[in-house]
């Protein structure tokens, strides 16, 4: 397995980023965070490369100037 290829839960993403639940539904609604994908009938979790990537973009868009999204 690649590293940090893996599903991660709700839980994690929050811990990852500090957003909170409704901010990360809402991110996600708005099409500015990754979606997450669907592993079981009842189960949902996103991949943990995505997350680390949105989170770089928010980096990156700061330190050049831009507003990152940010929320919790």
């Known amino acids: 397995m690649i590293m940090g290829n893996r599903f991660i839960k ?13 901010s990360i ?5 708005d099409g ?11 189960a949902v979790a996103w991949i943990e490369n995505e997350i680390h990537r949105w989170m770089n973009d ?4 700061s330190n050049l100037g831009g507003t990152p999204l940010c929320g919790s």
């Open 32 to 42: 500015t965070f990754p979606k997450q994908i669907r592993t079981g009938e009842r």
């Open 10 to 22: 709700l839980k994690e993403v929050q811990q990852l980023t500090g957003l909170s639940r409704s």
């Open 25 to 29: 539904y809402q991110f996600i609604q």
């Open 58 to 61: 928010r980096i990156a868009a």
